[in-house]
Antibody
């Protein structure tokens, strides 16, 4: 069974940094592209970033480009999101999400339960 | 302002059917697969439809998807109170090199 478990969320002040982690199990992690998607309180889904299985291709939403870094450790079956220079508008539940198929497909099938990041002074 | 446009809300009685539209452009829906997700209150999104019109195992055939040009549609028949949720369309935008979602549609089953 596919399982994605996020961790690392919390309360931080504007300008600070935070690193999110996602532990994956139940599938061959290195074969699948992965995503981070966020949802601000009471708002819709916002795609944040995508990384292929080999980390050869990485994409970011304009809203986080230059501030966030996605990475993965296939030996540890883990996905990460390093978030720097955090802003109030980054407050959201952050979901780790798996791509639908092996390879470079962009569709998402499985989602984690999410971790809440609150940016506030 | 979302790249993909969905109606904010839709409502119908139990047993009825509804459709939810998702409008985009040639750089997203027009040239990429569309997925649909259901988000029940307080939970993570769940995949309902992929590849425009395919259902993952375990998703009842009351749920259907279609795509025509730069628009996609989610259909739900035999509405149940348990279908009350937010529904999102999603795809890839080849011009932006980014994932995009619709703003979400809240379904109320009266």
């Amino acid at each position: 069974e596919v399982e994605l478990v996020e961790s690392g969320g919390g309360l931080v002040q504007p300008g600070e940094s935070l690193r999110l982690s996602c532990a994956a199990s139940g599938f061959t992690f290195s074969s699948y592209s992965m995503n981070w998607v966020r949802q601000a309180p009471g708002k819709g889904l916002e795609w944040v970033s995508y990384i292929t299985g080999s980390s050869s291709s990485i994409y970011y939403a304009d809203s986080v480009k230059g501030r966030f870094i996605i990475s993965r450790d296939n030996a540890k079956n883990s996905l990460y999101l390093q978030m720097n220079s955090l802003r109030d508008e980054d407050t959201a539940v952050y979901y780790c999400a798996r791509a639908l198929r092996v390879g470079t497909t962009k569709q998402i099938d499985y989602w984690g339960q999410g971790t809440l990041v609150t940016v506030s002074s | 302002q979302s790249v993909l446009t969905q109606p904010p809300s839709v409502s119908a009685a139990p047993g009825q059917k509804i459709t939810i539209s998702c409008s985009g452009s040639s750089s997203n829906i027009g040239n990429n697969y569309v997925s649909w997700y259901q988000q029940l209150p307080g939970t993570a999104p769940k995949l309902l439809i992929y590849d425009n019109n395919k259902r993952p195992s375990g998703i009842p055939d009351r749920f259907s998807g279609s795509k025509s040009g730069t628009s996609a549609t989610l259909g739900i028949t035999g509405l149940q109170t348990g279908d009350e949720a937010d529904y999102y369309c999603g795809t890839w935008d080849s011009s932006l090199s980014a994932g995009v979602f619709g703003g979400g549609t809240k379904l109320t089953v009266l």
